[in-house]
């Protein structure tokens, strides 16, 4: 019996090493799962982290640069503002020309032009006082002996200065023509004044 009773032991004590193994190998495949998951759940953590950086890196960035532009847009409608103010006052200067400027404005412009035979000089609506019988005359002396200059009766709506014609050759001379050309070529010069620009 004891032979029986000592297989027995041995049975048992072998189960007991057995389930033993086997709970300890358990226990380690739980802490194993277990670190496995924390492991996950600590590296999606970070990468929630991150990303939730980036957006709001990638948000203040984008509120930054609508600021900018906002504060550039300002900037550039009141450089254009002070440009149009600019201008209108120099047309404003322009058309209170004295009447020897304006002819001098108008000789000068003749002898540039290269016309031969019937010219219309039509005087611009805001220029017409200096149309006179007298100016006319000076102007007609001013022209190249080529030219038959002829002094319109029309006048060019709501402009200063005056316009060549010939056929379909039209020469500008209006203020706001001279103006407007020129407010092309001067404005960056202008605005590096007046802002201190380089």
Request: no cysteine.
């Given at each position: 019996?004891?032979?029986?009773?000592?297989?027995?032991?041995?049975?048992t004590?072998?189960?007991?090493?057995?389930?033993?193994?086997?709970?300890?190998?358990?226990?380690?495949?739980?802490?194993?799962?277990?670190?496995?998951?924390?492991?996950?759940?600590?590296?999606?953590?970070?990468?929630?982290?991150?990303?939730?950086?980036?957006?709001?890196?990638?948000?203040?960035?984008?509120?930054?640069?609508?600021?900018?532009?906002?504060?550039?847009?300002?900037?550039?409608?009141?450089?254009?503002?002070?440009?149009?103010?600019?201008?209108?006052?120099?047309l404003?200067?322009?058309?209170?020309?004295?009447?020897?400027?304006?002819?001098?404005?108008?000789?000068?412009?003749?002898?540039?032009?290269?016309?031969?035979?019937?010219?219309?000089?039509?005087?611009?609506?805001?220029?017409?006082?200096?149309?006179?019988?007298?100016?006319k005359?000076?102007?007609?002396?001013?022209?190249?002996?080529?030219?038959n200059?002829?002094?319109?009766?029309?006048?060019?709506?709501?402009?200063?200065?005056?316009?060549?014609?010939?056929?379909?050759?039209?020469?500008?001379?209006?203020?706001?023509?001279?103006?407007?050309?020129?407010?092309?070529?001067?404005?960056?010069?202008?605005?590096?004044?007046?802002?201190?620009?380089?």
């Amino acid at each position: 019996m004891s032979d029986i009773t000592n297989l027995t032991d041995k049975i048992t004590q072998d189960a007991q090493k057995k389930r033993d193994q086997y709970l300890k190998k358990a226990q380690k495949d739980i802490e194993k799962n277990e670190q496995y998951k924390k492991d996950q759940i600590e590296r999606q953590t970070e990468e929630n982290l991150k990303q939730f950086e980036k957006e709001k890196q990638a948000n203040l960035s984008l509120k930054v640069s609508d600021i900018h532009v906002k504060a550039r847009s300002k900037l550039l409608a009141a450089k254009q503002q002070l440009l149009e103010e600019l201008f209108a006052e120099s047309l404003k200067k322009i058309k209170a020309m004295s009447e020897e400027d304006f002819n001098q404005y108008v000789s000068s412009n003749l002898n540039q032009v290269q016309l031969n035979g019937d010219v219309e000089l039509v005087v611009g609506q805001d220029s017409i006082n200096y149309a006179t019988e007298e100016n006319k005359k000076v102007w007609q002396e001013a022209a190249a002996p080529e030219m038959n200059l002829s002094v319109s009766e029309r006048t060019i709506p709501k402009r200063g200065g005056f316009l060549l014609r010939q056929g379909e050759i039209v020469y500008n001379f209006t203020f706001e023509a001279i103006l407007s050309t020129s407010e092309e070529e001067l404005s960056g010069e202008l605005l590096s004044l007046i802002f201190d620009e380089e």
